[in-house]
């Protein structure tokens, strides 16, 4: 990545993030639904003897992991960035702060895991960490955008003077120049696409 700033505009309010297509939405939709469905519990659960749910500390285990392995990868993407820095740091310090939130309200939870009011702040610990994480992935998903038009724009300069070579050499190292673009912009767009 060039140490400067991509000339490309962006038109976005890194501060106002929303989710604005369907894909992504759908995306998230079978999430938003785990998250939910865990406050579906009955207000007198039976009165059989309650333990400790051992499948509750791994869920959360693999959350803790989960969320670490994003912090890392986030981390690196920040370092990085050319543009939005400072939004990736604080959406990193978000999710960091959402994520021990959730592991102190889970721990809780985990002891009594049929008290409703325990029940519903997992819930929505979970629900806050999940909209920090979206988030952080718009985020540098933007980035990864403004990365790529950068390169679009170098490649439209390179056209544009293949256009007005004037000579068989300068048309011969142009015509280099171009095929390097070409190729690093299609390696760009796989990288995106996967």
């Known amino acids: 990545m060039s140490t ?3 000339s490309i505009k962006l038109k976005i309010d890194p501060r106002d993030l929303q989710i604005q297509t369907f894909t992504v939405e759908k995306l998230l ?3 938003i639904i785990q998250v939910t469905t865990l406050v579906n519990c009955p207000e007198n ?9 051992k499948r509750a500390r791994v ?3 693999s959350v803790e992991e989960a969320t ?3 912090l890392d990868k986030g981390e690196k993407i920040a370092k990085e960035a050319a543009v939005f820095k400072e939004e990736l740091h604080a959406a990193l310090a978000d999710v960091q702060k959402e994520s021990q939130a959730l592991k102190v309200s889970a721990e ?8 409703l009011p325990k029940r519903q702040a997992v819930v929505q610990a979970a629900r806050s960490l999940l909209t920090a994480v979206t988030r952080l992935l718009i985020l540098a ?3 990864d955008v403004a990365y790529l038009l950068e390169h679009v724009t170098m490649f439209q300069r390179t056209f544009e003077s293949l256009r007005n ?3 068989k050499s300068d048309l011969q190292k142009t015509y280099q120049k171009f095929r390097k673009d070409l190729e690093n912009l299609d390696y760009l767009a796989y990288k995106r696409q996967q």
């Open 4 to 6: 400067k700033g991509p």
């Open 29 to 31: 939709e079978p999430l």
């Open 45 to 53: 659960p039976s009165s059989k003897k309650k333990g400790r749910s």
């Open 59 to 61: 869920l959360l285990a």
């Open 68 to 70: 670490r392995n994003l």
């Open 108 to 115: 809780a939870f985990t002891s009594d895991p049929c008290y």
């Open 141 to 143: 998903d933007m980035v």
């Open 165 to 167: 070579v004037s000579s």
